[in-house]
């Protein structure tokens, strides 16, 4: 069946230091969707890439979506301590699956 | 003030005992879902309805049981047949009815079980 993989699951960095996290799926997907879910939160949509090899940005993150459509990743420049939580992809074949997240742990 | 609300935020039971959790939506939105998320890991799919009167299992359905009799409202009873009912549940609307658009997410309900 269909996978959506996440790696890192854990990361913790200085403040002012890049972060990345990387999202594979086993099948090709339509589309695919980030969250952010602050600690003790609940996740909270932050864009939907759709095209092959897109890159959209969002202030200090960078969210591409691969050429073959199985992989996507976000990046953030210089992590804030705001930046604190767990960010899932979810990936879109025939239903919508949740990755299993990253944490990011940001120190100042 | 739009939005989904979730109650109650925390919850104790007793083992053996069921417990219904709440979940409603002003959004007017058409899908509903429930969620299972535990300490470190992702979401994963109990229950979804796309319309009134409507619901399908998902990957995790055993031990849980739902009702859409109002498009409003897709309350989750978590039964005693579900062996490890610990854990943080949210609930999520969408607009449509395809499963991959964009999903609103509640507050969450955390259920601990004594």
């Known amino acids: 069946g269909q996978q959506v993989m996440q790696i890192p699951q854990y990361q913790h960095v200085q403040e002012g230091e890049d972060f990345t996290t990387y999202c594979n799926s086993s099948t090709t997907l339509s589309n695919i969707q980030w969250y952010k879910q602050r600690p003790g939160g609940h996740p909270v949509f932050l864009i939907q890439?759709?095209?092959?090899?897109e890159v959209k940005k969002q202030k200090r993150l960078t969210f591409q979506f691969g050429e073959a459509k199985k992989n996507s990743s976000l990046h953030i420049t210089a992590t804030q301590t705001t930046d604190v939580g767990t960010y899932f992809c979810?990936?879109?074949?025939?239903?919508?699956?949740f990755g299993t997240g990253t944490r990011l742990q940001v120190f100042p | 003030d739009g939005g989904i609300t979730q109650s109650p935020k925390y919850l104790f039971r007793k083992e053996g005992q069921n417990v219904t959790l709440s979940c409603e939506q002003n959004l007017n939105h058409d899908a509903m879902y429930w969620y299972r998320q535990d300490p470190g890991q992702g979401l994963r799919l109990i229950y979804y309805?796309?319309?009134?009167?409507?619901?399908q299992k998902g990957d995790i359905a055993e031990g849980y049981s739902v009702s859409r009799e109002k498009k409003e409202s897709f309350p989750l009873t978590v039964t005693s047949a579900q062996k490890n009912p610990t854990a943080f549940y949210l609930c999520?609307?969408?607009?449509?009815?395809?499963?991959?658009?964009?999903?609103?997410f509640g507050p969450g309900t955390r259920l601990t079980v004594l």
């Open positions: 999520a609307s969408s607009r449509g009815q395809e499963r991959a658009d964009t999903q609103y």
């Open positions: 309805s796309q319309i009134v009167n409507d619901f």
């Open positions: 890439l759709v095209k092959s090899g």
């Open positions: 979810a990936g879109r074949s025939d239903k919508l699956i």
